[in-house]
């Protein structure tokens, strides 16, 4: 038997829920037996779980699809995901990430960056409604019931797998018409989710303000978070910096993997000595993909904490002994050693 592809991609011609316009169809296409069904979910009290997060210093609300409307949201992900998305989309796309987004701007003399502002918030129902209405083609009666199972209060779910695909593609408008502009002016220009970059020889101040940030408006949107980077200034883009044609690990990461190795050696307890650990490999792995050395940190912070707290790690973790606490004291003064402070960061990205 042939194996499946599932990394296809298509035209939004070819998605199944392209001119949509019969309820059994659409029943059939979210793997439900019936339109009560789905009324009965939407009926539910709660279609929603909702509660905040700390994030960068501030409590943001979270909204998640409820245990039976998860699977709707999946279903319906797998179906938009496949469809095909330009080049200048970094985020939701295989292959690419925040670090692919970066790289697209080197050998750039200068950039601009700027985030949509509370951009999830932004994409309202209405929104939802006129891409599935507008761009897919459906049904009225058939857009209302996407738009009525996608959105959460009104807006876009904070927490569902759907919510980045969906929000980028109910506003695919306006991100194309900020990449024609970008064309038309010389520009490089890329989206990660709600971060904008902008790059090329010369980006003109006046050129963001005239014609991009009138652009985002006319969408109903609003930008903030502005930076300007100059020619022969080291750019911040999407947490990675861009100095030249190299990529760099930034300095809030070199200070978080400072921390954590400090921690691990002033740390007693064999639990939270693994989950430091946990934390600072993981750190390690996202700083190997943008530097070559830092996978060989990761290698040897791994080792060290196999020398440490054995072979054994989660729920059947043995105590550190006698013998456990001689090898600490062996490896305690390599733990900082791990991190090295560098000579070539941008000291105008402060750590925080």
């Known amino acids: 038997m042939a194996q499946k592809n599932y990394d296809i991609k298509y035209d939004i ?10 309820k059994k169809k659409l029943i059939s296409l979210l793997n439900l037996g019936s339109l009560s069904d789905l009324k009965s979910i939407m009926r539910t009290d709660s279609p929603y779980r909702k509660f905040p997060i700390m994030s960068k210093g501030k409590l943001r609300p979270v909204e998640v699809p409820s245990r039976v409307l998860l699977p709707i949201h999946n279903r319906l992900f797998r179906l938009l995901k496949k469809i095909h998305l330009p080049s200048y989309l970094h985020s939701g ?17 200068e950039a601009y960056t700027l985030d949509i502002k509370k951009f999830y918030p932004s994409v309202t129902r209405a929104k939802v409604v006129t891409f599935f209405r507008e761009t897919m083609k459906c049904e009225p009666d058939i857009s209302a019931i996407l738009a009525n199972i996608t959105t959460c209060d009104d807006h876009i779910p904070t927490g569902s797998s759907l919510s980045q695909v969906l929000a980028y593609l109910s506003c695919k408008e306006m991100f194309d018409a900020l990449h024609d502009l970008s064309q038309e002016a010389g520009v490089t220009f890329t989206c990660y989710v709600d971060d904008l970059t902008f790059s090329g020889d010369r980006i003109s101040k006046k050129w963001i303000y005239d014609r991009v940030k009138p652009m985002i408006n006319k969408f109903g ?31 809030r990461m070199h200070q978080s993997i400072h921390k954590l190795t400090l921690q691990i050696a ?87």
Request: with cysteine.
């Open 221 to 251: 949107m609003r930008s903030h978070k502005d930076k300007h980077f100059r020619a022969g200034q080291v750019k911040e883009i999407t947490g990675v910096i861009v100095d030249g044609c190299i990529v760099k690990v930034c300095n």
């Open 93 to 109: 796309v295989k292959g690419c990430s925040y670090l692919s987004n970066a790289r697209a701007h080197r050998d750039r003399k």
């Open 13 to 22: 011609t070819q998605s199944p829920l392209y001119k949509l316009r019969s």
């Open 266 to 352: 002033e740390t007693e307890e064999p639990l939270l000595i693994d989950s430091l650990y946990d934390k600072l490999i993981g750190k390690l792995c996202a700083a190997g993909q943008i530097e070559e050395r830092f996978k060989l940190q990761r290698v040897m912070a791994t080792k060290t904490r196999r020398k440490l707290l054995g072979p054994k790690f989660g729920s059947s973790r043995i105590k550190l002994n006698n013998g456990n606490q001689e090898i600490r004291k062996k490896l305690t003064p390599i733990l900082p050693s791990i991190w090295r402070p560098v000579d070539h960061l941008d000291e105008s990205i402060p750590w925080d």
